[in-house]
C-alpha cells in the first residue's frame, strides 16, 4: 500500500538558518515524489517533483530510494517560506495520489 | 479568462442528507480531480475525471461518489452525510490528465466547505 509519512507537524526555524522537512513514504514499485505548498489563504501549489531534479525558492529535494526518503531542505529559511508543505506520492501507472499528512513551517525572525 | 469555480462556496448539511457539489473547470481543461482537506487528516485525494471517465479513486467510502459531463463540469456527490465528512472540497482542472502531476499544471478552485450537524 502507498503511505507518505511526515514526522513533524510543526517545525520552526529562525531566518537564515537551514531547514530541512523530512517525507518518508512506502510503495513497492517507482514512485514519483512531489511537494507541495499552501501559503496562508493561498491555493495549493506544486514546489517541487522528483524527476524535474530543479531548485524552486531555493529548495531542493532528493530522492532517496534506499531511506524510502523524500526529505526538502533550504540552505537559509526566509520568513516568507512559513506555510503548509505537503510530501505526495503517486504510484507508478497513474495511480492515484497519497498524501502526507504535512508540516507546518514557521520561519521567525 | 474564468478560473475553476465551484459551488456553492459553503453548506451546512444534517447528518443523514446527501449533498451535491460542482466543479466547473477552465474553458478547454478535461481534467478535473477532488480532494478533501480537514485539519485532522490533511488532504487527501477522492477521484479524478478526464472526458468524462473515472481515471483514479481514492480510499473513500461508497458514499463518495462523482461523474463528469461532456462540457467537462465534474459533480461530486456524498449520501448519508456523517459528522466526519466536515471538510473543504477542492477540486483542480487540467488540460490534460494526471491531477496535481498533470504535464499540463493545474489550478484549483476556491473550494466548498461543507459543514454536517
Known amino acids: 500500500a502507498q503511505r507518505v509519512t511526515q514526522p513533524e507537524k510543526l517545525l520552526s526555524v529562525f531566518k537564515g538558518a537551514p531547514v530541512e522537512l523530512k517525507c518518508n513514504y512506502s510503495?513497492?514499485?517507482?514512485?514519483?515524489l512531489f511537494w507541495y505548498v499552501q501559503y496562508s489563504r493561498q491555493r495549493l501549489q506544486l514546489l517541487l517533483r522528483h524527476i524535474s531534479r530543479e531548485s524552486i525558492k531555493g529548495f531542493t529535494a532528493d530522492l532517496n530510494k534506499g531511506e524510502t526518503s523524500f526529505h526538502l531542505k533550504k540552505p537559509f529559511a526566509q520568513e516568507e517560506d512559513s506555510a503548509m508543505y505537503y510530501c505526495a506520492l503517486r504510484g507508478g501507472g497513474g495511480q492515484n495520489f497519497v498524501f502526507g499528512p504535512g508540516t507546518r513551517l514557521s520561519v521567525l525572525p | 479568462k474564468a478560473g475553476v469555480t465551484q459551488t456553492p462556496r459553503y453548506l451546512i448539511k444534517t447528518r443523514g442528507q446527501q449533498v451535491t457539489l460542482s466543479c466547473s473547470p477552465i474553458s478547454g481543461h478535461r481534467s478535473v480531480s477532488w480532494y478533501q482537506q480537514t485539519p485532522g487528516q490533511g488532504l487527501q485525494f477522492l477521484f479524478e475525471y478526464f472526458s468524462e471517465t473515472q481515471r483514479n479513486k481514492g480510499n473513500f467510502p461508497g458514499r463518495f461518489s462523482g461523474r463528469q459531463f461532456s462540457n467537462s463540469r465534474s459533480e461530486m456527490n456524498v449520501s448519508t452525510l456523517e459528522l466526519g465528512d466536515s471538510a473543504l472540497y477542492l477540486c483542480?482542472?487540467?488540460?490534460?490528465?494526471?491531477?496535481?502531476?498533470?504535464?499540463?499544471?493545474?489550478?484549483f478552485g476556491s473550494g466548498t466547505r461543507l459543514t454536517v450537524v
Open positions: 483542480a482542472s487540467s488540460l490534460g490528465p494526471g491531477g496535481l502531476a498533470s504535464n499540463y499544471g493545474y489550478t
Open positions: 510503495y513497492s514499485g517507482s514512485p514519483e
